[in-house]
């Protein structure tokens, strides 16, 4: 782990194992830090953040261009880090690390742009605003998208003078140790600290008195439990938080077919992450005079895809993150199948690729409805659930009706209809005739239970920053010209 600029172990030295997921072997060991190491990485943080205030916006700005600098020339060496412990296609992750330079050529451009305001609140003073780093982030992060998120996510508090305790997910946590490698020699130490571990260190993290900032990217129920614990701590905290989704896909009859289909198979992101992701159209919508068509296009479209091993240049589909997951996500497709929906094909183990690896065919069903789990439930994993409709209003109350609101789409050539379905979608961030891309300077973010806070934006750039106002009485302009003047 890197705490405070040297690479250490746990101070209690407890491991977890990680494995390929591609072959279900063990290929080595991460500490397991406890609230000890959380402790001297957060005092190493507090430590190093007076001076890395310091240095100013072009101060920092300068460690940024150096950073990127280090990652493009270890992309291949950190995307292949990606394949092997989080079974995402290696081609994938590496078209990830060439989406994260908007972010750390973005994040400068926003600080250099921030300003205070001069308020008119009263006659004879002057009143302004200004802003100070909260000190220091605790910054949890996902597992479907490792690298990226190790890379991107931490920007904003940094470039706005925090320093930061970042802990990856345990399921996927090398690419983000070898990445502290390039934070540490970007960054002076102990700006970034890198602590691996469970939910004990990531409570740790949440529930620390000198960490007052929180920013988490994962599932609803742990999201719930890091609001609640770090309201047990007895420290008022700020959080933001990126969850959850069951995101819908609302396709009219008058659409290309071919266009919308593909647009459903790039929104699940099955060629980057096998579906684990939190913005997948998995819920998809089609208006029953396209619809069996639509079905039909999409199953023959899917036939095309190659799972394989994530390391292998070919592979489309890797497997998922763990055996857990895996037994998780074939629990939905059997529970989907005796409900009554109508699984078109996959949703089983491919037998040609290695015996222990966590594969699973991306699988379609048909004939969903809200009422089955497949179609309410996040499942994070390659299943798509088609939905049949008619009725607009209908159409609109079923794609509201769930406690998540991350994304949505709508696919048709009527702009009118396009930009009334937007308005009517209870989701934080909408495409139409697009899906799943980000758009650095877009607030991304959800609403309900997917979502508390925006990010990838200015938005987010002024949740790592205290605000507060300077009030200065001037006198009388007049007293004070004739004792100048006197």
Same mark, same amino acid.
């Given at each position: &782990?890197?705490?405070?600029?040297?690479?250490?172990?746990?101070? *209690?030295?407890?491991?977890?194992?990680?494995?390929?997921?591609?072959?279900?072997?063990?290929?080595?060991?991460?500490?397991?830090?406890?609230?000890?190491?959380?402790?001297? #990485?957060?005092?190493?943080?507090?430590?190093?953040?007076?001076?890395?205030?310091?240095?100013?916006?072009?101060?920092?700005?300068?460690?940024?261009?150096?950073?990127?600098?280090?990652?493009?020339?270890?992309?291949?060496?950190?995307? &292949?880090?990606?394949?092997?412990?989080?079974?995402?296609?290696?081609?994938?992750?590496?078209?990830?690390?060439?989406?994260?330079?908007?972010?750390?050529?973005?994040?400068?451009?926003?600080?250099?742009?921030?300003?205070?305001?001069?308020?008119?609140?009263?006659?004879?003073?002057?009143?302004?605003?200004?802003?100070?780093?909260?000190?220091?982030?605790?910054?949890?992060?996902?597992?479907? /998208?490792?690298?990226?998120?190790?890379?991107?996510?931490?920007?904003?508090?940094?470039?706005?003078?925090?320093?930061?305790? &970042?802990?990856?997910?345990?399921?996927?946590?090398?690419?983000?140790?070898?990445?502290?490698?390039?934070?540490?020699?970007?960054?002076?130490?102990?700006?970034?600290?890198?602590?691996?571990?469970? =939910?004990?260190?990531?409570?740790?993290?949440?529930?620390?008195?000198?960490?007052?900032?929180?920013?988490?990217?994962?599932?609803?129920?742990?999201?719930?439990?890091?609001?609640?614990?770090?309201?047990?701590?007895? !420290?008022?905290?700020?959080?933001?938080?990126?969850?959850?989704?069951?995101?819908?896909?609302?396709?009219?009859?008058?659409?290309?077919? *071919?266009?919308?289909?593909?647009?459903?198979?790039? =929104?699940?992101?099955?060629?980057?992450?096998?579906?684990?992701?939190?913005?997948?159209?998995?819920?998809?919508?089609? /208006?029953?005079?396209?619809?069996?068509?639509?079905?039909?296009?999409?199953? #023959?479209?899917?036939?095309?895809?190659?799972?394989?091993?994530?390391?292998?240049?070919?592979? *489309?589909?890797?497997?998922?993150?763990?055996? #857990?997951?895996?037994?998780?996500?074939?629990? !939905?497709?059997?529970?989907?199948?005796?409900?009554?929906?109508?699984?078109?094909?996959?949703?089983?183990?491919?037998?040609?690729?290695?015996?222990?690896?966590?594969?699973?065919?991306?699988?379609?069903?048909?004939?969903?409805?809200?009422? &089955?789990?497949?179609?309410?439930?996040?499942?994070?994993?390659?299943?798509?659930?088609?939905?049949?409709?008619?009725? !607009?209003?209908?159409?609109?109350?079923?794609?509201? =009706?769930?406690?998540?609101?991350?994304?949505?789409?709508?696919?048709?050539?009527?702009?009118?209809?396009?930009?009334?379905?937007?308005?009517?979608?209870?989701?934080?961030?909408?495409?139409?005739?697009?899906?799943?891309?980000? !758009?650095?300077?877009?607030?991304?973010?959800?609403?309900?239970?997917?979502?508390?806070?925006?990010?990838?934006?200015?938005?987010?750039?002024?949740?790592?920053?205290?605000?507060?106002?300077?009030?200065?009485?001037?006198?009388?302009?007049?007293?004070?010209?004739?004792?100048?003047?006197?």
């Amino acid at each position: &782990m890197l705490i405070g600029g040297a690479f250490v172990e746990g101070v *209690d030295g407890g491991v977890r194992e990680v494995f390929d997921p591609s072959t279900g072997r063990e290929i080595t060991q991460i500490p397991l830090a406890g609230p000890r190491d959380v402790e001297a #990485a957060t005092v190493a943080a507090q430590e190093a953040q007076p001076g890395w205030e310091g240095l100013g916006v072009a101060g920092r700005a300068a460690c940024f261009e150096r950073f990127a600098e280090l990652i493009k020339e270890n992309r291949d060496r950190l995307a &292949m880090l990606d394949a092997i412990d989080c079974g995402n296609p290696v081609k994938a992750m590496r078209i990830d690390i060439d989406l994260c330079d908007a972010y750390l050529q973005g994040w400068p451009a926003f600080a250099r742009s921030l300003s205070g305001d001069v308020i008119p609140a009263s006659p004879g003073n002057l009143h302004y605003t200004a802003h100070r780093p909260y000190g220091v982030v605790g910054r949890i992060t996902a597992f479907n /998208h490792p690298v990226m998120f190790a890379i991107t996510r931490p920007l904003p508090s940094l470039i706005t003078g925090n320093t930061l305790v &970042m802990k990856p997910s345990d399921e996927t946590s090398l690419s983000t140790l070898a990445l502290a490698e390039l934070f540490n020699e970007a960054f002076p130490p102990g700006v970034v600290n890198v602590v691996t571990g469970d =939910g004990a260190t990531g409570d740790a993290i949440v529930t620390h008195p000198s960490i007052k900032r929180l920013a988490f990217t994962g599932s609803v129920p742990t999201g719930l439990l890091i609001q609640r614990r770090a309201a047990e701590s007895g !420290y008022v905290k700020s959080l933001s938080l990126e969850l959850g989704g069951k995101n819908a896909m609302v396709v009219f009859p008058d659409v290309d077919i *071919d266009l919308a289909v593909e647009g459903a198979i790039f =929104g699940m992101n099955l060629d980057v992450c096998q579906g684990q992701s939190c913005g997948s159209n998995s819920r998809i919508m089609v /208006h029953s005079k396209i619809y069996d068509e639509f079905v039909g296009r999409m199953a #023959a479209r899917l036939d095309e895809f190659r799972v394989g091993v994530a390391y292998e240049e070919g592979t *489309d589909v890797g497997p998922v993150v763990s055996k #857990a997951h895996l037994k998780r996500v074939m629990g !939905y497709i059997e529970s989907g199948v005796a409900e009554g929906a109508c699984l078109v094909r996959g949703g089983s183990r491919p037998t040609d690729l290695p015996e222990h690896g966590n594969f699973i065919e991306p699988a379609l069903f048909a004939d969903v409805t809200l009422d &089955m789990r497949i179609g309410r439930e996040e499942i994070f994993g390659p299943v798509m659930s088609v939905f049949r409709w008619d009725d !607009y209003d209908t159409m609109i109350a079923e794609a509201n =009706g769930l406690d998540l609101g991350l994304t949505a789409s709508v696919w048709t050539n009527d702009l009118a209809i396009a930009h009334k379905t937007a308005d009517a979608l209870d989701a934080g961030y909408v495409w139409i005739n697009d899906s799943t891309r980000h !758009y650095f300077g877009t607030p991304f973010g959800g609403s309900k239970n997917s979502a508390l806070g925006r990010e990838e934006s200015k938005d987010e750039l002024l949740t790592y920053l205290e605000h507060k106002v300077v009030h200065t009485r001037l006198g009388d302009p007049k007293v004070s010209l004739s004792r100048l003047l006197s």
